[in-house]
C-alpha cells in the first residue's frame, strides 16, 4: 500500500503562488506515475498534471499550462505543484494520486492510491 498526504493549500489572492507537496510513504518503490487532480464545490475531480516516474515527461490541463508546474523528488518520495498566476477559477481541494506503473496521465481511475487532498482558495 502508499499512502499520500498533500500540504501547502491555502488562501492567496488572485495572481498569486502557492506550491503543493505530496509526501508519499509505504511502498513508495513501486510508485511509477503521479498526478494532480482537482474537485470544486458541485464538479467532478479534474486532471490537473501527471508527471512519470523520473519527471521526463510531464502532461498538463490546458487550464494550468503555462501557470502551473508539477515536479517530483524520488529521494524524498515527494511530488510538488507549483502554481503562479491564480485565479479563483482554480479554487478546488486538490488531490495527489500515484500509480504503480505508466498509466495516461489525466485518467483518474488509472490511479489507484489517492491523498486526503488540500483546499486552495484564490480571492479575486
Known amino acids: 500500500q502508499v499512502q499520500l498526504v498533500e500540504s501547502g493549500g491555502g488562501l492567496v489572492q488572485a495572481g498569486g503562488s502557492l506550491r503543493l507537496s505530496c509526501a508519499a510513504s509505504?511502498?513508495?518503490?513501486?510508485?511509477?506515475?503521479m498526478a494532480w487532480f482537482r474537485q470544486a464545490p458541485g464538479k467532478e475531480r479534474d486532471f490537473v498534471a501527471a508527471?512519470?516516474?523520473?519527471?521526463?515527461?510531464?502532461d498538463y490541463a490546458d487550464s494550468v499550462k503555462g501557470r502551473v508546474t508539477i515536479s517530483r523528488d524520488n529521494a524524498k518520495n515527494t511530488v510538488y505543484l507549483q502554481m503562479n498566476s491564480l485565479k479563483p477559477e482554480d479554487t478546488a481541494v486538490y488531490y495527489c494520486?500515484?500509480?504503480?506503473?505508466?498509466?495516461?496521465?489525466?485518467?483518474?481511475?488509472?490511479?489507484?492510491?489517492w491523498g486526503q487532498g488540500t483546499q486552495v482558495t484564490v480571492s479575486s
Open positions: 494520486a500515484a500509480a504503480p506503473r505508466a498509466v495516461p496521465g489525466n485518467s483518474a481511475p488509472a490511479y489507484p492510491y
Open positions: 509505504g511502498r513508495t518503490f513501486s510508485i511509477i506515475s
Open positions: 508527471i512519470s516516474r523520473y519527471g521526463s515527461s510531464t
